[in-house]
């Protein structure tokens, strides 16, 4: 395949980054968008479900709940307050690896707001009255999930894929777990993770790096502990293949669904390779699984396949749904698409169609400030730090001859694990 010339969207190119770090080693990136007067300040830190040990099951979570309750300086409620003052949005995520905290605001407000949200993060109260309160929030939170029959299928599938490692539990943690934290063992959970050395800083939008930069070296930010930095903390992962079924109350559809452990989010070049694969398989309707499973038998009503980038090992998750009845047919047709694909390599126009649905994809995601930080904060934090159009740059090293040899047969249908889900 001849290399394909990177696409510049609406006149645009790849965002600049820029790289600085603090007195304490935190790592800082700073992308600068011309067109937004829109400043997103973000915390990466390396504290997400993968850490927890086995009695604090469903601790990192709760602790990105308990960290929005108050922090030595605020009171319960005064940062939300300041922060909408200024014209700003927050939140929050927690993941298997890492927990995300976030904050929009317009630029004049970026310095101001980025000391309120790292008072907040750094040092939270941990009042005894508010983790009790919280405690009941994500009790309902976790009963919630556990009523809703799409997430109890997506997390038996984990569970029984990646069997004992952490990867395959709840991040939300179970009933038991939940009734057993103490607020002194989400202290000591904070103390433990919450530092210089599982910390990175991103910046996007409208930000001048070089003085905003010159103010965060005066910050409490800048002098924070370090504490150990994120080593391992779980071999690597791997699946046991099999075929599992399952019966779900008011389950609307069936569904087939399945999971392969891919390499981990380091190896940068092989996930780019992967997400390519992904796109010649699911993305649009000339798509191998689509063409053959939605248009051509009306097999499938919806077909997704998602790659869940890790640092223990990545995972690809694939679900298609169906009606009752034809799930037998599914079961049987399914997986022989997927053998029929890895038995030669993609044509040039096929691979030329993904490429460019790629290329969209990517460019216009590192157009908005929030696209472009959520896909650094993560490379900062691991120490992958590639520039923002590595993806685009890794694409054109993927031909048809190596996709087909180094990649596809990740895909195969006998290393994944199966998941058949029925209505009860």
Known sequence: ??????????????????????????????????????????????????????????????LEHMVFKGSCHLAEGEFDWRIETLGGTSNAATGLDDVHFQVSCPAGAAMEALEL???????????????????????EELKQALDQPDEVAYQTLLRRACGSHSYGRSILGTPAS?????????????????????LAVVVSGAVVPEGFHEDLR??????????????????????QPGHDHLTVKRLECARLMACWAMPPAAE????????????????????????????????????????????????????????????????????????????????????????????????????????????????LLWGHGPPLDAQLMDLQTWTAAPLHTRVMPLFAPQRARWLSVMPG
Request: glycine fraction near 8%.
């Open 268 to 379: 940068r070049t092989v996930l780019t390779g992967l997400e390519l694969a992904i796109c010649l398989l699911t993305e649009g309707r000339c798509s191998w699984l689509m063409s053959r499973l939605r248009e051509e038998l009306a097999l499938v009503d919806e077909l997704d396949l998602e790659l869940i980038p890790l640092e223990a090992g990545s995972l690809a998750i694939l679900e298609g749904r169906c009606a009752p009845a034809r799930l037998h047919q599914l079961e049987r047709l399914l997986p022989q698409c997927l053998t029929d694909w890895l038995r030669q390599p993609p044509q040039p126009h096929v691979l030329q169609r993904a490429c460019r649905q790629m290329m969209t994809r990517v460019s216009f995601g590192l157009e908005s400030a929030g696209g472009a930080a959520a896909y650094m904060g993560p490379s």
């Open 218 to 239: 005066s910050s409490p930010l800048s002098h924070w502990a370090p504490v150990s930095p994120p080593q391992g903390g779980q071999p690597r992962l791997h699946i």
């Open 1 to 62: 395949m001849a290399r394909l010339k990177l696409p510049c969207l609406n006149g645009a190119t790849t965002p600049p980054l820029h790289r600085h770090s603090l007195a304490n080693g935190i790592p800082v990136g700073y992308i600068p968008l011309a067109d937004t007067r829109l400043t997103c300040l973000n915390l990466w830190i390396a504290a997400g479900s993968r850490w927890e040990t086995a009695t604090e099951m469903g601790l990192a979570h709760f």
């Open 178 to 198: 939940l009734d057993a934290l103490t607020v002194n063992t989400m202290a000591a959970f904070h103390r433990r993770l919450y530092g210089a050395g599982r």
């Open 117 to 139: 949200l790292t008072d907040l993060v750094l040092f939270p109260s941990f009042q005894e009255k508010a983790f009790a309160l919280e405690r009941l929030v994500v009790q």
